[in-house]
């Protein structure tokens, strides 16, 4: 099973618990909504949410995803010289895995939450 994470702002949580659906600002400005594999999570976190303390981190089944009609496409990203894989369309919550906390250091940086277990195909 591969595995996508998505870096979650609460509020934005929340919502999908009343609606049944994830669906970031990121999916109605751009058409989809940005997720990270398992080596990019830190870098993510780091670059556009420190020293955030209200976002989460959501494991998400990339088969769900396709089982539930989403595309996901890898896309290059040349600002950070990787392939990051959007998904098109808003996100079940039965494709979304586990939810944890996602707390920054007292530094602002991000650390892997303990509670993720190691994948061995992420």
């Known amino acids: 099973m ?3 994470y998505r870096i979650a702002e609460r509020a934005h949580w929340q919502q999908a618990q009343q609606t049944g659906f994830f ?3 990121d999916l109605q400005a751009e058409g989809f909504i940005h ?3 398992r080596h990019q999570v830190l870098e993510t976190a780091n670059r556009y949410y420190r020293a955030r303390p209200d976002v989460l981190l959501l494991v998400l089944d990339e088969a769900a995803l396709a089982a539930a009609g989403l595309v996901v496409r890898r896309e290059w990203a040349a600002d950070r010289g990787q392939h990051f894989a959007h998904v098109f369309g808003p996100i079940p919550l039965a494709a979304v895995q586990r939810v944890l906390d996602f707390p920054p ?3 602002g940086l991000f650390e892997l939450p303990e509670a ?6 992420d």
Do not use: I
């Open 35 to 37: 997720t990270s594999e």
């Open 23 to 25: 669906a970031s600002p």
């Open 105 to 107: 250091t007292a530094s």
């Open 2 to 4: 591969k595995t996508l």
């Open 116 to 121: 993720l277990p190691e994948a061995a195909d």
